[in-house]
């Protein structure tokens, strides 16, 4: 056979290979910009939606002054900057009916709020039609519970602060871990690195088991609905679980999106505390007359005449920085 003819064979046995494996590189390289811009919207989303859980319009909601991680999480404004964000960033703004699909493939929204966490995922509704028989709803609020050998129960929150059953007391009390430690019979109480193990682990675990069964429903979902994809709970490392529950925050899944013969995953985590900043309070000696401005915490004995958010606002109106430390 001619060396012409071996090459021809050659192309004609090799080519589809080649062809199918040019496909497939250019589906992958597809998915990895899908991937990522998927990975951007999602992140920014919750960055969106983190910064809006502590916005709340009732001064009982606000940040408590005993605890700065005492912030109640509006739930409803992070879903809705949420699905704002990420339906601008996919370019789906102005389309209802897309932005209902593209929950289709996020299964769980977490919403981390101080004493207990919230999901929002598809639930069964009985209507009749398999196409409506899922809706999103959130789920109620899931305490941080913790029970030990000996009775106890115990409800943690983002800190130390707990309300807890004394079995041994017979009653229930409140207050920071170290505050209870000399009146209460509760064993866990009484060694600080302990508590903060067992509560840390508690809620991670508590989180994780919870959106195990939440993504295990969604699997029912999709498979009746015509969804191949089979939707497993992320590896999330244990830096990120802890990170996650300093403080209140949003946590949010992509799973299962088609591109070319890829799936795009991803998962995203942002914060949502309110770091309270120390007011600036403007006062006049009353000896020198002379203005001063200094912390909230400071107390000169000098007659309060304004409350400013930053120094240099009260330097503007004429008052001199007071040392607090002689």
Do not use: C, P
């Given at each position: 056979m001619k060396i012409t003819e071996l090459s021809i064979v050659f192309v004609l046995i090799f080519f589809p290979f080649f062809y199918i494996l040019t496909i497939h590189s250019d589906d992958a390289q597809k998915a990895n910009e899908m991937a990522y811009r998927y990975k951007t919207a999602l992140q920014t989303a919750v960055i969106d939606a983190g910064a809006v859980?502590?916005?709340?319009?009732?001064?009982?909601?606000?940040?408590?002054?005993?605890?700065?991680?005492?912030?109640?999480?509006?739930?409803?404004?992070?879903?809705s900057t949420f699905t704002q964000t990420m339906a601008l960033n996919m370019g789906i703004q102005d389309d209802q009916t897309a932005i209902q699909h593209m929950f289709d493939y996020i299964p769980a929204i977490v919403i981390l709020d101080y004493d207990g966490y919230y999901i929002f995922a598809k639930e069964t509704e009985l209507t009749g039609k398999i196409e409506n028989s899922y809706k999103h709803v959130w789920s109620p609020k899931k305490p941080y519970t913790y029970s030990d050998s000996d009775g106890n129960s115990i409800n943690f929150t983002l800190d130390g602060y707990v309300h807890?059953?004394?079995?041994?007391?017979?009653?229930?009390?409140?207050?920071?871990?170290?505050?209870?430690?000399?009146?209460?019979?509760?064993?866990?109480?009484?060694?600080?690195?302990?508590?903060?193990?067992?509560?840390?682990?508690?809620?991670?675990?508590?989180?994780q088991n919870e959106l195990a069964d939440v993504i295990n429903n969604h699997n029912e979902f999709a498979r009746k609905n015509g969804v191949s994809y089979l939707f497993t709970m992320p590896l999330i490392s244990q830096e990120d679980w802890y990170n996650s529950i300093n403080d209140i925050g949003i946590m949010a899944f992509v799973q299962g999106i088609a591109v070319g013969d890829q799936k795009v995953n991803n998962y995203a985590i942002g914060g949502g505390r309110l770091v309270k900043k120390t007011a600036v309070v403007g006062g006049v000696d009353p000896v020198t007359n002379i203005k001063y401005h200094y912390p909230a915490t400071c107390n000169p004995g000098f007659r309060a005449d304004e409350v400013f958010t930053h120094p240099r606002q009260a330097a503007a109106k004429g008052y001199f920085e007071f040392d607090c430390s002689s």
């Open positions: 859980m502590h916005q709340n319009e009732k001064q009982y909601a606000e940040a408590g002054y005993d605890s700065a991680k005492f912030v109640k999480a509006d739930k409803e404004l992070a879903l807890a059953f004394d079995a041994g007391a017979g009653r229930w009390i409140e207050g920071f871990q170290h505050e209870l430690a000399a009146t209460s019979t509760i064993s866990l109480f009484q060694d600080s690195t302990i508590f903060e193990q067992v509560r840390r682990s508690r809620i991670v675990t508590g989180v």
